[in-house]
């Protein structure tokens, strides 16, 4: 029950408790939802996973927002859908829904009328038809070959009116059927990343292949090679550090500024065997960006090299946590 009336002038207090109070609200919405999952959930996803052709996702209103963005779920999780306006779909974009694919309809009342045309249409191609509403004796229930009743729950605004947490149980019970089809498809991050190749989704899946630093610039000496040299090579490459390689390119260790601040005295006459750090930290070549980022975050360390995938041992790039800043990841 929303208890706080807030007018002009309210204090901070006030404005506070009025946003948790919506907050807690729509939890306790969400803890009905959860206890109003059913056997049918899991039918609705096996229907979903049958689907040879795309998902549809409908709904009016606000419902209509919630269906969009279940779509675009869906889709953006490897299962082709769509979304279609109702209003819309009976003036002529009914020709968007195929034999193959399967309507969810979302509707609180379950009784918007606007719904009444597609949902026809769908029987009438035989389509499969999944509802959502609060109603079970709804036309929109009545219609449907599976039925996800979702609880009457009371909205946050005062009135009990604008839809808010009616919304919020629609949105979650979407992503719980995308998350849960998702999972029951196999759906890996290789195929995530094919979906999402550009904002920040797409610089998380990003492999630290696609942004190391390769062939020249990677900045490595030998055992034998002289400290001056060493720092030389770190200087001039960028990366404050060096690796250590043998004979056969295998990388042995890695020199850092906090390595030469450790072993000062052995800069002017050692070697770098004297001076590096054995078994450095390292990454395979298809390591996710973010987790090499979190890898070096939690060693500490502000460089990491890259290993080849046929000779693990032997390093083909670097990354400098500089590096991660300029994709944007941080």
Request: contains cysteine; negative net charge; hydrophobic residues 45%.
């Amino acid at each position: 029950m929303i208890t706080h009336d807030i007018r002009s002038g309210a204090t901070t207090s006030a404005l506070l408790e009025r946003g948790r109070e919506v907050i807690r609200a729509e939890i306790d919405a969400l803890i009905q939802l959860e206890a109003f999952l059913d056997e049918n959930f899991a039918t609705a996803v096996q229907m979903l996973d049958a689907t040879r052709g795309r998902i549809v996702v409908t709904g009016m209103g606000k419902s209509g927002h919630m269906a969009r963005k279940i779509a675009a779920t869906f889709a953006a999780t490897g299962s082709p859908a769509i979304f279609i306006h109702p209003a819309e779909a009976a003036h002529g974009d009914l020709g968007m829904v195929q034999d193959g694919d399967t309507l969810i309809v979302l509707s609180n009342s379950g009784s918007t009328p606007e719904l009444t045309p597609v949902m026809q249409h769908c029987r009438a191609l035989r389509i499969r038809i999944i509802g959502v509403a609060s109603r079970a004796d709804s036309p929109v229930m009545q219609a449907a070959d599976v039925k996800l009743l979702i609880p009457q729950v009371r909205e946050a605004c005062p009135s009990n009116i604008a839809p808010t947490s009616s919304t919020a149980v629609m949105l979650a019970l979407g992503d719980a059927l995308a998350m849960a089809l998702m999972d029951l498809r196999g759906v890996q991050r290789d195929s995530l990343k094919q979906l999402h190749p550009g904002g920040v989704i797409g610089l998380r899946l990003m492999a630290v292949s696609e942004m190391m630093h390769g062939g020249a610039s990677l900045p490595l000496v030998r055992r034998e090679t002289p400290m001056r040299e060493v720092i030389m090579t770190m200087t001039s490459m960028g990366f404050g550090a060096a690796g250590v390689v043998d004979d056969d390119g295998r990388l042995v260790g890695v020199i850092t500024d906090g390595d030469l601040r450790r072993h000062i005295g052995d800069l002017g006459d050692g070697h770098a065997v004297d001076v590096m750090t054995a078994n450095p930290k390292t990454v395979p070549l298809d390591t996710l960006a973010e987790d090499a980022l979190m890898i070096m975050n939690d060693c500490k360390i502000t460089t990491v090299f890259v290993m080849e995938d046929e000779r693990p041992e032997v390093p083909a790039g670097i990354v400098h946590i500089h590096d991660f800043v300029r994709y944007g990841l941080s």
